[in-house]
């Protein structure tokens, strides 16, 4: 397969023609979607009518695929384990309301994160296929974490060089009001501490690694301004000269790298059904730029 690869925004976002996820890829085209992904980002595939099945093979192309932990609130799919549930259908298709617990918990991805950045070893991408889209939001937005890193001003650089951030899935139904994880759901992913800068293991370059949704404390900092300082950075961040906004079609695959980019989608309409089913690459265990 040939592939080919236009930019859909300067700073990150590229969409990429050429390939059909249902057919294996061979070394030649998988080396060129990994160079595209590297220099890109995000990637968007349009037009993939693949089966759960199908997302979670194209997905071992790049790693193993995580199984989300929390079963409680039914957001992994009973069908397929590798698959994350981004959607506010359930799997008998019913439309769930916004007070639901999962929908609540989804809520949290309307403000900036990286996705399984709770975890000890978080992941790497996620894929992320829309099914069914919404037309009056559900726009989902990236920035280019490198960037936001190469330009932070001085005082800001100099907060975060060198420190680490807590993670931990807990702080969640904190900030959205869901339900608690039970207790075998917490003892399953206790909080975990991050390098706030990271070298990225392929590229080789720094960016800054935050999570707002899950960053409850900072080393050395008192809890007002660990969040105060997560905050600064997070609205330093969410420049538009930094950030892709995709407007889905039906049938887009996105794939980011959750090691440099972080993402959060914009409300819609809740009456309108939004199906999305997402797959999460495993990673390593992040490295402090030195
Ligand atoms: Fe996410």
Not at 20 to 33: H, I, Q, S, Y
Not at 127 to 132: A, K
Not at 154 to 180: C, N, P, W, Y
Not at 221 to 235: E, N, P
Request: aromatic residues 6%; charged residues 25%; proline residues 6%.
């Amino acid at each position: 397969m040939t592939i080919e690869v236009k930019a859909r925004h300067p700073a990150l976002g590229a969409e990429v023609r050429g390939i059909d996820m249902r057919l294996p890829l061979d070394a030649e085209t998988l080396e060129a979607v990994n160079d595209a992904w590297m220099k890109h980002l995000v990637l968007v595939f349009p037009d993939q009518r693949i089966t759960d099945r199908e997302h979670v093979a194209f997905t071992r192309n790049f790693g193993d695929a995580e199984v989300f932990h929390q079963t409680s609130l039914h957001l992994r799919s009973e069908r397929v384990a590798e698959i994350f549930l981004v959607s506010n259908v359930d799997e008998e298709g019913r439309l769930m309301r916004p007070s639901e617990p999962s929908q609540k918990q989804l809520s949290s991805s309307r403000q900036w994160h990286t996705d399984s950045s709770y975890r000890a070893v978080p992941s790497m991408g996620s894929l992320l296929h829309g099914i069914e889209i919404s037309r009056t939001g559900g726009i989902t937005q990236f920035i280019n974490m490198y960037m936001v890193y190469d330009d932070l001003p001085q005082s800001l650089r100099s907060a975060v060089e060198g420190r680490k951030a807590r993670h931990d899935f807990g702080m969640l139904h904190r900030i959205v009001g869901s339900t608690a994880p039970t207790a075998a759901e917490r003892a399953a992913m206790p909080p975990v501490w991050h390098p706030m800068v990271r070298r990225h293991p392929v590229t080789g370059r720094r960016s800054l690694y935050i999570s707002s949704i899950y960053n409850d404390a900072v080393e050395g900092l008192d809890d007002r301004t660990a969040s105060q300082l997560i905050a600064d950075l997070t609205a330093f961040a969410a420049q538009p000269k930094y950030m892709y906004r995709h407007e889905w079609e039906p049938d887009d695959v996105l794939m980011w790298d959750n090691r440099c980019t972080v993402h959060a989608v914009t409300p819609h309409d809740p009456t309108e059904r939004r199906v999305m089913h997402r797959t999460t690459i495993v990673g390593r265990e992040p490295v402090m730029a030195g």
